[in-house]
């Protein structure tokens, strides 16, 4: 069973208090997961307008010839106006891998 986020009405919700934001004056909200040898991270940050948007941001820790430990990052911004076409996107897709999978 896929469960639905719905991302309008999470960042609906969402009241951007500047006073209480800490050292990154753009961040709001972060969450970490860790799976396996990457980590993903979702950060809700907010403009200068107080308009909030959304970077997904996956690290994978890399070793080069002499064992030295470095993270490839890969980062995806996205806007307010792009939220909903994007859940439709991922909702969709993640219903197509259960359908395929139950096959």
């Given at each position: ?28 909200y972060s969450k970490v997961v860790r799976a ?67 096959q």
């Amino acid at each position: 069973m896929i469960c639905k986020f719905d991302i309008v009405l999470f960042f609906s919700f969402i009241y951007v208090n500047r006073h209480d934001m800490g050292n990154d004056q753009n961040e709001i909200y972060s969450k970490v997961v860790r799976a396996g040898k990457r980590t993903y991270f979702f950060d809700i940050k907010a403009t200068k307008g107080n308009d909030l948007y959304l970077t997904l941001t996956e690290s994978k820790k890399t070793y080069n010839e002499d064992g030295e430990g470095s993270y490839q990052k890969h980062k995806i911004f996205l806007y307010k106006e792009d939220f909903e076409k994007f859940k439709d996107g991922l909702d969709d897709v993640l219903n197509k891998i259960e359908e395929l999978k139950n096959q």
